[in-house]
């Protein structure tokens, strides 16, 4: 079992930053791979980055490309999002997400464990 506690949210403008960060409790954090998630007010939960159990490999959404940035640091049990150039459509609840996979998956499906959610809300 493994229990995931984001941290980070807040409102920012147009064009500012925020880091997210997701501590896992357990003893097997380097053995998920990672991912962030993001839901919108009245739209479904989308995918926005993942990375590999080691850290070596990471994915990103088209529409995050560029912008954010996932990390982990398996010696603390934390993954981070930092996201840049934050725009309106950047608003939403972001969730991350630990799936026992062999590699980066961008499907909710294959993880298996989800925080609570932290609010992210972009003024324009």
């Known amino acids: 079992q493994v229990q995931l506690v984001e941290s980070g949210g807040g409102l920012v403008q147009t064009g500012g930053s925020l880091t997210l960060s997701c501590a896992a409790s357990?003893?097997?954090?380097?053995?998920?791979?990672m991912g962030w998630f993001r839901q919108a007010p009245g739209k479904e939960r989308e995918f926005a980055a993942a990375i590999s159990r080691s850290g070596d490999m990471t994915y990103y959404a088209d529409s995050v490309k560029g912008r954010f940035t996932i990390s982990r640091d398996n010696a603390k049990n934390t993954v981070y999002l930092q996201m840049n150039s934050l725009k309106p459509e950047d608003t939403a609840v972001y969730f991350c997400?630990?799936?026992?996979?062999?590699?980066?998956?961008?499907?909710?499906?294959?993880?298996?464990?989800w925080g609570q959610g932290t609010q992210v809300t972009v003024s324009s």
């Open positions: 357990g003893r097997t954090f380097s053995s998920y791979v």
């Open positions: 997400a630990a799936g026992r996979r062999r590699f980066i998956t961008t499907r909710r499906e294959d993880y298996d464990y």
